[in-house]
């Protein structure tokens, strides 16, 4: 099978497909781009979206553009002394080489600080490309020293163009109109995905096996978490199967996660927000296990990483319920944002009208605001306990 991806890979920006929203006329990343080749002065950049979305692809076109050497690394598998072995290599050279790092979500924190002081000296120009959102997944300090574009999945139209270059080069025996249709219909807004399928369409078509439905025999039989829209459904049904106190699903679908390679970080810090905003103060322990296990993955990895997530999917679906956190904060904010309640004078810094709670046993009765509810604590687990406390004290 011809390795079609790999043929009709963008040699240049001109023949790049998608992405207008960046790279189209007068859009911002391609102006960055002109000017930055122009004047062989790169910035930094991080390029974040969807599988099969042109990352990749577009960190070559500028290597090829600029005559850099290309430095490439896959997070997964990066040593910081592979990496020192390369910038000493090129530590004289008059152009600086180009770094990309793919999955750089994937890096550890003592990774991405290793980068810092490299990036300060512009000892290299750093191109990432990441599946994750980087405001969630890449430190701060990193991101202060990068530009980040979002990439998106290609669109029918797109892959539309792609279809044509290719039947242009390598003309179907047959008639392709359904082929084409189905392959459009299938669309997930992966290039890569999407001309593998075509490539198989032409093998078959060679070897007079072309039918559509030997076509969805072969996506089932090789389909996995891959689009970006089942990996979200996978995530979405582990999450809502925690929720809903049923351990076995959530194992399975967190199983169907680590079977396609989902990054065990970004697994870890979804049960991180779950076990605040679904469990909150019915257990309290939650957050704490949640947070343990984000830190533990990100350090042990893969295979080990699954027993930790699967310890912590176990224990957040096993405990009680409370989204009282989530709602009193939310309530406060759409308060906030509308309008400002004053401070009651005695609240106020060096106010001597101040009763101070531990002179009064722990609890004394005075105006902290107005007196709306946020909080409004479930009869369920350690909250029920707080509630009751809450009643003792104040007399209810």
Sequence with gaps: MRNIALEFRPKD????????????????????????????????????GPPGSGKTSLALIVARLTERELLSFNATNFKLESLKKELEKHKNSLYKPILFIDEVHRLNIAQQEFLLPILERGDVSFIAASTENPYFALSPALRSRTLLFQFKPLQSEDLAI????????????????QVKEWLLKKNTGDTRAFLNLLSVALDLD????????????????SQ????ADTHYDYISAMIK???????????YYLACLIQAGENPEFIARRLVILASEDIGNANPNALNLANSAMQSV?????????II???????????PKSNAAYLAIDAALRDVKYRSEPIPPHLKTHSKEYLYPHDFGGWVKQIYHNGKKY???????FEKTLSEWLNKIKGK
């Design 298 to 306: 990100a350090k042990i990895g893969y295979p080990e990483a699954r």
């Design 13 to 48: 920006l001109e023949s790049f497909v998608g992405q207008s929203h960046l790279l189209g006329k007068g859009a911002p990343l391609k102006a960055i781009l002109d000017s930055s080749i122009k004047d062989n002065n790169l910035p930094n950049l991080i390029l974040f």
């Design 224 to 227: 996995g978490v891959k689009s």
């Design 206 to 221: 060679s070897n007079n096996a072309l039918s559509i439905e030997n076509l969805e025999s072969i996506t089932q039989n």
């Design 241 to 251: 199967s925690i929720r809903g106190s049923d351990a076995d699903a959530a194992v």
């Design 162 to 177: 792609l279809y044509d270059k290719v039947v242009a080069k390598y003309p179907p025996k047959s008639d392709f109109t």
């Design 309 to 319: 997530l699967s310890q912590c999917v176990i224990y957040l679906a096993s405990s």
């Design 375 to 381: 909080v409004k604590l479930k009869n369920i687990g």
